[in-house]
């Protein structure tokens, strides 16, 4: 399939996809003229977007297939190249480019992304704007893939803004109720805030490359070394780009949106906020591994951004009451161990918990979907209980998706994220300080996983009986549970420990691309671990998870007590961490509201003041001097003469001495 | 001087040089007996059309044959002159449309007597164009200001008619006065009157100096330049509105064509002395038209700021503009533009002041696009001319007049002056906007513009004012390649 | 008859015709109106599609004797001509025409007749403008083409139109006169008024004269882009000004200034620019993100949008005075660009004015539940003029903060603020009329565009697309121009540099 | 003997410049118009003076001579149209005050 337009189609089916259901959409508003309620050829959109999806997994899997049967160092199949702008020698083209590491998320976003859609034919049925939502996550998908599969940080960048504009727009899907709408625009301004430091962080790779073809930049970098003033620039190049990453994947200075994304349907928490954008700042790092790993502080920084977002994010999610936030913070916390993955070096254990937290959390947050589903819309876990009873089938894949999270022995989150932890504990030094966050945070980890089960499924059934009466989702919803619930189970065979002596299979299938990276770490010190070691780290993982589990677990089975007494005796407490460490709150206290006081004064007093001030001064100094001159002319014959008079002595003194 | 040194002095080319006064003067006299037969009375119109173009025709072929300085050195026909000259019969014939049945029933029957006034100005504004001795100068100046004395006071019922002829007569009088005791005073210095002979003596010593200072105000007077400009308003917006279109452009081009001859008495470093006087000129007559709410009056203020803009050719000129025609070309192209923009507005508020004064104030000519669209499409393209905006003759008048400064050095002045002239769009803006973008006062929407005959010789005028211009903006080589 | 003449020229004709037509018959004259541009704007695609971008030379010129000036004998001729520079502009200028007139169906219902002929000579002076080769003639159209926009504010516009039109004229002529001064004090000098003479032989001028000519052009254009301190014109007239008025105006109006600045600054003074680089980096730089502060504080939505115009031309100037490759092509097409994205948007501020008849921002709300397709559309917009990949915008952004960041990475950072504010002012403003609950009863039924609105916009919509998805065919419009700019300009910074070394000789240089 | 030209001179500048103050001072405007005259004959007697100073027996310089018989000239002609001029204000405001001629001004 190399060089051919074949691997385009992979992102364009989706685009067309995207196309053909906004067609479908208006189609059905010009229905709706005549007749209100009108269905129109909407229910024709679903059957589009999953038929494009599909193809563009079938054509995933055998690029796939091909790939594997290339000799392991020419791992790449390449597309043919759009020449987009060519200015003087600057050449910034888009082309696709397949090679293990793209491969890998390729798979997950088409795998878990025709998951989604078939998930939300079934949820979304009989919303109005039903076409318009495929379209949407048609060209979500489309922008993802781009964002996956190009080979230039120009064609990276249309993707990485592509998936913010889709963001925005499937949170305020819901428009008319408002808040989805702000909790839209402050997911698109914070991803903005972050692309203006990845443009920041392009502009300097073009400074020292003059390229943004990533392969060609991934080769010079060793070239780089030997110029100091171009290692500075490379090193903040590198935190630029980082900068890009903590905007879309959510890490700590720009993660507050992503709770408040949960405003948008389910399916798009699923897909967009648990399994691909916010994944993208990771795949960023993996694939410029050498770019970062070039100067060991940017890694170290990287994973001390991403240990403290996961405690940040972990500690948030203990006393949410809405069972969306709960899976909301639990995701900024995963992603924070990805980054702590990142920081100390272990690319392929950052990609392996990647591809493990794309099934279990968006097993969780479809789960999740399915449970206010049928709970008529109530997502408030205070109003649940009992409900293994109604919906068994949601009930046991909830269960496989919540096991994984909390890190439960044998399960993909145990191996997946404890190989994040061993790599920390074995960098050393200041990574023990990491390595001891990384603990912590597991045990919050588990501990508020089954929380949320043990209150949504058991104990007393808190809502009320006339309105509600919950009930199992259809096939169409929960066969992809299923689906998933297998994935989050076995996905762990894809990186056994070396103590069980299998090969790692990820870490051996994305050797090519993450071995330049880790080259360049090598020569600060490698990092081994002994066997017994090992097993220690093992066994203390699991120890945590189980003890944890079982804790959390044991306090919320009979009910919401617990909550309440923390709630009355503790409420600074729990109002901190409900409130995601006030971080939001300083946000709109220290940047919000300044801006808007600085807008106010630029625009009233800078502007109309000072400036118009002056301008129409001006005018106003023109006529006032005018209206005094105009006394000048006082009609009186006498003052005329004495001025001709006077002018003519003047005129001769003037020349006589001047 | 016995006769045959009479003949001698006229000989056969200074009869050539002088023929337009001659035609002119007969035209004069034809005029003057065809009010003593009533049978005759009809042909007044006529015979000034034809006095004046007859004149003018001469005056061409004097500009093409160039008869040069003749009677003994006192008059010169030159290139320059003969388009000085042709300017005055131009400035005349169009005065004198627009005063075609301007005058109210009471004023009518001395209509023959306006006539013969107006026509008696060209002839004195061709002596002082032409003038190379004092002498000649200082009749030509009487030839032309007495007889505006008089029409300026023609409406002799209305009080500020006889006001503005009064006060033109007393003042007029009083810098006569002074250019005639400062020509003494050089005469005493240098013991001739000629010129040519001032210009070789030269101006030394206090008495020579204090002769120019005198007959320099009184030029300055004549232009309404800076300390002597304050009777321009009054005089202006008291008169009827033809004769004030005489005096904005006929006199102003007179007195300019002599002060260029006369430049060479000023002395060279008074360069920034005349460009300073020319820029407080400049902002007065800005700044005061800023202030007006009537048309005329607002006319008048901005027809001292022209005066000083011109005037800045001569200061350019003093501080020694390489091109050697450089302020002639420049003052001939700007008043040339001039007199037919002003000539043309002012002819304007007379075609529509029809009945009585109330028509010239800004407030009137409300809403006035939509009663005559063809009127306010013509002031307003008088008022860009005025402002100086490209596609009209003002445009390249201003330009000329800037080039001779830049091209002296005087870059400073030459920037201000701009900025002056965008005070000046403020007022002519403010015309413009009163005609298309304010609507008419229900009162003035009612009254009828006066249609009919009697309204074409203003109007035939008004378009040969706009032809004119525009041409003057869009195709100045017809005008420019025939400059001296 | 010319290409050049005749399509500079062709509006004055149309406009004629509209003249002699009886004003009764509105929709005889809208149809002159609409099919004289219509042909304009296919002689500019005619004219873009022969146009060569590889050579830098003045393409299909013309050059007839118009006037000598008496004494010194310059000869002042009727030049036309149109290269890498101006190529882009005519052609935007030929093509959104007919969609400036079509959309005057919808808002001019009086005094139609005028306002056709005044739209028709407006066109004339701006293609004259960006067509000129000549200096007095540029001078010529420059002032002629503000005469237009003022009689179209002053009688077509809103209530403080009177305001805002005097000051708008007033303030341009101001700088315009300004430059009246150094033209003279150019052609006196060099006795000639050609501009392609001039660019080559002004590079000659002593650091001291050139700066101070730059001086005096760079005011003028300064005032038109409008550069920061001399904007406060532009949201007085933007507001005031019918919707045809303020698209024009921002599609067409201010680029003259930026061209200005191109022609006269960039290229014609090229050491003078070096030396002013810097300053005017900086003003553009802080009016990216000054505009945007300006846009947050507005509850007019149309104001808002003319202070966005002044964040969108900081952006133009920041990469013009980075003296770059990259910088200079992006500020060519993000003049291009700007005037696609803001003109849309003018363009549906005037529907929804039509319908609501108010530009307060409270006053909506809801309003994509009730026109979903105005909706789209004003996403769409929006997105393009928030520099979304894949649409115009960014391509001419991404340029000209990457050029600027070659330059002085300073003014680019701040310049990339302007990238975060610039989304957030433009999303509030979305928010607050498209979503949230319908809270006024009038938005309940307002109906949606009807197939005239949207097809006047497709052409745009469809170049936004294009642009976004493939720059470099109108990138390389400009590309042997550029070239020619960027020699100069790297010939002056040799200049320049050698002349920062005259301090003494260090030994080893005297040695080698 | 004859009066050296030099006092001449100087009683013209003191006609003139009475002249002058006598047009600021005296509100009747006849007695204006006779300052007026008053200024146009200290002309004259400077011409006069000056041509007498500057001929010389062999060559008489009668410039200035001819030019004071045109001032005389001009002088009957002003006077005339003055006087006009001033019975026209008499008839409209019954007074011959300077100051009432202040109708317009601004």
Redesign the interface.
Known sequence: MGGTWLLWFVPLLPLFGAAACGLIH?AT?AARKHDANAKGPSGLAPVVACAAILGSLLLSIAAFKQLAGLPADARVIESAVW????????QLDISLVVDPLSAVMLMVVTGVGFLIHVYSAGYMKGDPGYAKFFAYLNLFVFSMLMLVLSSSL?GL??G???VG?CS?LLI?FW????WP??AG?KA??FN??G??SF??GS??L??LFGTLDLSDINAAVAGVSADPEKAWWLTVGALCLFGGCTGKSAQIPLFTWLPDAMAGPTPVSALIHAATMVTAGVYLVVRMNPVFAFDPTVLTVIGTIGALTALVGGTSAIFQRDIKKVLAYSTVSQLGYMFLGLGSGAFAAAIFHLVTHAFFKGLLFLGAGSVIHGMHDEQDMHKMGGLRRHMPKTFVTFLAGAAALSGLPLLSGFFSKDEILAHTFAHGGFYFVLWGIGIVTAAVTAYYTWRMVALTFFGKERFDHHHVHPHESPALMWVPLAVLAVLSVFGGALGLPPVFHVVHVLEHWLEPVTAPGKALLAAHGTHELSHAMEWALLGLGAAIALGFAHFGFRTYVKGVERDESVQRNRPALADFLVGAWKIDAQYYAKIVYP??L???V???IV?QFA??GL??GA?GLATATGNRLKLLVDGSLKSYALWIGAGAVLLALLWMFV | MNPQDLLQLFDERAIEAVRPLLALSAGLIILLLSGVFDGLKALRGPIVVATLLFGGWLTASNFVTQPGVVLDGTYSADRAASAWGLLFVVATLLAWLFSHHYYAEDERPFQLEHDVLMLTTPIGMMLMGGAQNLIVFFVGLEILSIPLYALASFRRSRARSVEAGLKYFLLGAFAAAFFLYGSSLIYAATGTVQLAEIKAIGIHGPLALAGVALLMASLFFKISVFPFHLWVPDVYQGSPTPVTALMATGTKAAAFAFLLNAMFMLPAKAAVLVAVVALVTMALGNLGALAQTDVKRMLAYSGIAHAGTVLLVVAGTLAGDP????AL?AAL?YMGAYVFTAAGAFGLLALLERDGERFTSLESLKGLAHRRPVVAAALTLFM?SLGG???TGG?LG???V??SL??AGL?WP??IG??L??IA??YY?RVV?AM???PASDRDAATQSVRGASAMPATLAAGVCAVFVLVMGV???LF??R?P | MDQLTLITFLPLVGALLVLLTPASQEKVLRAIALVTTLVVAVLGVRLYLQFDGASAALQCAVDK????????AIAVRYKLGVDGLSILMVVLTAVLMPTVILSTWGHIHKRVKEFMVWMLVMQTGMLGVFLATDLVLF??FW??SL?PL??MV??WGGER??YA???F???T??GS??M??AV??L??HFRTADIETLCAQAGSLELTKQL?LFAGFALAFSIKVPLL?F???LADAHTEAPTSGSVVLAGVLLKMGTYGLLRFGVDMFPAASLELAPLFMALGAVGIV?GA??A???TDVKRLVACSSVSHLGYVVLGMFALT??GL??SILQMVNHGISTGLLFLLIGMIYERRHTRALDQFG?I??TM??FAFFLVFTV?SSAA???LNG??GE??I??GA??AK?LW??IG??G??FG??YL??AT?RV?????THEENKHLEDLNVREIGLMLPMVVLAVWIGF???PF??QS?GS??RV?KKIELARGAQSAALEVQPLTTEEVVR | MNVPSEHLLFLAAGLFAIGVLGFLIRRNVIIVLMCIELMLNAANLTFLAASRQHSTPQVANLDGAVFSIFVILVAACEAAVGLALIIALFRLKQTVEADSLSEMKG
């Open positions: 208006f508003l020449p987009w702008i060519h200015v003087g020698s600057l120009i960048f249309v990485w803004e592509g504009l925005y305020g428009y008319e109720k408002g709408a702000e625009q698109f301004v903005r805030v692309d203006a443009l920041i502009f300097i073009i400074k801006s808007k600085v807008a106010f630029t625009a009233v502007d400036i118009d301008v129409n005018g | 091109e050697s025609g450089g070309h192209f860009l905006i490209p596609a445009f201003k330009w000329m800037f080039s830049v091209r870059i030459a920037v701009a900025l002239s965008v769009l403020g803006l906007i298309y973008m304010q195709l100045p080589s420019l390649d400059l | 004797p118009w006037f000598v000036l008496p004494g010194s001078y010529f002032e002629v005469i003022y009689f002053g009688i139109r009177l039109t005097i000051k004229f007033l303030y002529l101001a006169l300004v009246l001064v003279i004090a052609i006196y101070w301190p904007h406060t014109w000054y502060f300006l947050m504080a507005q490759r990259a092509s992006g809801g994509a539940s979903p397709i997105l979304l990949p894949g960014f391509v991404y340029l903060l990457l960041f070659q990475p680019a950072i990339v603020l990238v975060i989304a957030v999303l509030v928010r498209l979503f949230g609950p319908v493939q720059p470099t990138l390389d590309r550029l070239d960027m």
